[in-house]
Structures are given as C-alpha cells and as structure tokens.
T-cell receptor, first 112, second 114 residues
Framework: GENVEQHPSTLSVQEGDSAVIKCTYSDSASNYFPWYKQELGKRPQLIIDIRSNVGEKKDQRIAVTLNKTAKHFSLHITETQPEDSAVYFCAASTHNTDKLIFGTGTRLQVFP | DSGVTQTPKHLITATGQRVTLRCSPRSGDLSVYWYQQSLDQGLQFLIHYYNGEERAKGNILERFSAQQFPDLHSELNLSSLELGDSALYFC?????????????FGPGTRLTVL
C-alpha cells in the first residue's frame, strides 16, 4: 500500500547550521509533496510544497528537492534558528485520491 | 489562525461511549479532511468530503463515520470507543478537491478515552 518513510526521527543542530530531513514514498503515482511544521500543542502548518514536475523549490531558508526516479524528497533548512524547533512531517498524495499520506515526523531541535 | 474551527477542544469519555467531533472549514472551502494523530501512529488520514460527498477513505474504522452538511461543516462520529481511540483529531479544509490544494488544519480535538 501507500507508505511514506521519514528519517531521521530526531535531529539536533546548533543554531546557524543546516538541517536535512529525508522522505521516501512508495506510490509512483504520487505527484504532490508538501511539508508541514507542527509546533508543540499546535496544528500542522504547510511550510513548503513541490509538485512532481519540479525538481527543486526554494523559499528563503527552506528548500525542497525531489528525485522522482528514486522516489525521494528532502527538506533543507539553512541557517537554522531556535524558532525552527518543531516536528516536521513530509507527505505525499496522488491526483486521484486527494488524501495526504504522512511520514512519521522528525523532531528538530535547534540549540542556541 | 487558519480559519478552520473545531469543537470541542477537549473531550474525555469512557470506553463504549459515542462522541461527535465538529469541524467548520474556512469560508469558501469545499473540501474537509479528517486526520487522527496518535503518539505511535503519527498523522493518519481518515476520510475526505468534497461539497457534501465522500471523496476518499483511509483506514477509518467501521466504528467511525463522518458526514458533511449542506453548510459544509463536517462531523466525525466515533462509537463504541476503545482506549486506543485516544488521540488528537484534526480536520483540514481546502478550496477544491485537487490534491495539490493547500490543506489548512484546525486546532484539533483531543479525545481521551478512560
């Protein structure tokens, strides 16, 4: 069935360093890959997304890359700040199902 | 604030009981999605409604049901509750039913089954 694997489950970095979170999806028909940030006790919020016709997308300190052949996509956060500390979820969906299949989440801690 | 509202915020009930969770989507959004977030399972898709009709189903238990009303609000009904149903239940809404439309999440309902 559809599955999204996410690694690592926890990530600790020093402020200013980069953080990379990786996901692998199983359904080759997946064509939309959003990333959500969830702060403690709050709702998930979309931070960036990418469609399958694009290999990379950037938004200030955040970038997402997609390798359709390998069915991998990654989130890159540069110049991390303490307020980046949260749980990050990757997800994948296909155009004919509308549902988001989420990864298991990565708890990112940025130490000042 | 995403514009999606959910009530109640917290719900504590006993095993075997039935509860109803309510979601009001953002103004203008036609799609409502329900997700379950538990510690060991992450965010699990339950069901999607678009303009009153069921569009997609995830691994939703037969004890759970949902509907979307003409005013586009949605309710998730959970019956014969078990301890394992304790979780955070989110609804999300999007403008249309396209999978690439951003989903806006509500604040969630925390269900505790004792």
């Amino acid at each position: 069935g559809e599955n999204v694997e996410q690694h690592p489950s926890t990530l600790s970095v020093q402020e200013g360093d980069s953080a990379v979170i990786k996901c692998t999806y199983s359904d080759s028909a997946s064509n939309y890959f959003p990333w959500y940030k969830q702060e403690l006790g709050k709702r998930p919020q979309l931070i960036i997304d990418i469609r399958s016709n694009v290999g990379e997308k950037k938004d200030q300190r955040i970038a997402v890359t997609l390798n359709k052949t390998a069915k991998h996509f990654s989130l890159h956060i540069t110049e991390t700040q303490p307020e980046d500390s949260a749980v990050y979820f990757c997800a994948a969906s296909t155009h004919n199902t509308d549902k988001l299949i989420f990864g298991t989440g990565t708890r990112l801690q940025v130490f000042p | 604030d995403s514009g999606v509202t959910q009530t109640p915020k917290h719900l504590i009930t006993a095993t075997g009981q039935r509860v109803t969770l309510r979601c009001s989507p953002r103004s203008g959004d036609l799609s409502v999605y329900w997700y379950q977030q538990s510690l060991d399972q992450g965010l699990q898709f339950l069901i999607h409604y678009y303009n009153g009709e069921e569009r997609a189903k995830g691994n939703i238990l037969e004890r759970f049901s949902a509907q979307q009303f003409p005013d586009l609000h949605s309710e998730l009904n959970l019956s014969s509750l078990e301890l394992g149903d304790s979780a955070l239940y989110f609804c999300a809404s999007s403008v249309e039913g396209q999978n690439y439309n951003e989903q806006f999440f509500g604040p969630g309902t925390r269900l505790t089954v004792l």
